[in-house]
T-cell receptor, first 114, second 109 residues
Framework: NAGVTQTPKFQVLKTGQSMTLQCAQD?????MYWYRQDPGMGLRLIYY???????DKGEVPNGYNVSRLNKREFSLRLESAAPSQTSVYFC?????????????FGPGTRLTVL | QKEVEQNSGPLSVPEGAIASLNCTYS??????FFWYRQYSGKSPELIMS????GDKEDGRFTAQLNKASQYVSLLIRDSQPSDSATYLC?????????FGTGTSLTVIP
């Protein structure tokens, strides 16, 4: 039982390059989330997927796209990376329910855009 | 106005003391409340969740929720150096979770 996994762990991009961050969970959770964490800013929600087949924008969606590939996998794509997207990206999942909506986080992807 | 506000710290306490962390939130419809611990370079991990007004205790940790005052707190008793980390308060307002910016805690041996 691996929980939430993310790939890659580290990435360096040049401005304008594209990449996809991968996330998978094996806990049979319905909901999945992508956050970015910047110094002094806390965790900010980029996109979320409440269930397979649905995605919604969070607080900071500009410059990103997502795909909920199936119940297990939720990917985040940067089409044209910018230095402002340098950050640590966390994927999380949870099973929304009465008194059971704890989020579990992956190990993070540290992205630098030059 | 931010959804979730935390006392920004940093907070330093001596080993064995009680550490008190505070959080306020703006959405009265919020249903569930969480405290996460995050070590430097690591991902957040759940310390406590609380859903009803009052206190919830788990070992050395006690979460307190007051929905009327829109206030959540975390008390850490008998603080240990291993408790040194950033503590994040989180609130679920429906489908979205909002996080505070975190409070950095250092426990001094």
């Amino acid at each position: 039982n691996a929980g939430v996994t993310q790939t890659p762990k580290f990435q360096v991009l040049k401005t304008g390059q594209s990449m996809t961050l991968q996330c998978a969970q094996d806990m049979n959770h319905n909901s999945m989330y992508w956050y970015r964490q910047d110094p002094g800013m806390g965790l900010r929600l980029i996109y979320y997927s409440a269930s397979e087949g649905t995605t919604d924008k969070g607080e900071v969606p500009n410059g990103y796209n997502v795909s909920r590939l199936n119940k297990r996998e939720f990917s985040l794509r940067l089409e044209s990376a910018a230095p402002s997207q340098t950050s640590v990206y966390f994927c999380a999942s949870c099973r929304i329910g009465l008194d059971t909506d704890t989020q579990y986080f992956g190990p993070g992807t540290r992205l630098t855009v030059l | 106005q931010k959804e979730v506000e935390q006392n920004s710290g940093p907070l330093s306490v001596p080993e064995g003391a009680i550490a008190s962390l505070n959080c306020t939130y703006s959405d009265r419809g919020s249903q569930s409340f969480f405290w996460y611990r995050q070590y430097s370079g690591k991902s957040p991990e759940l310390i406590m969740s609380i859903y009803s007004n009052g206190d919830k205790e788990d070992g050395r940790f006690t979460a307190q929720l007051n929905k009327a005052s829109q206030y959540v707190s975390l008390l850490i008793r008998d603080s240990q150096p291993s408790d040194s980390a950033t503590y994040l308060c989180a609130v679920n307002t429906g489908n979205q979770f909002y996080f505070g910016t975190g409070t950095s805690l250092t426990v001094i041996p």
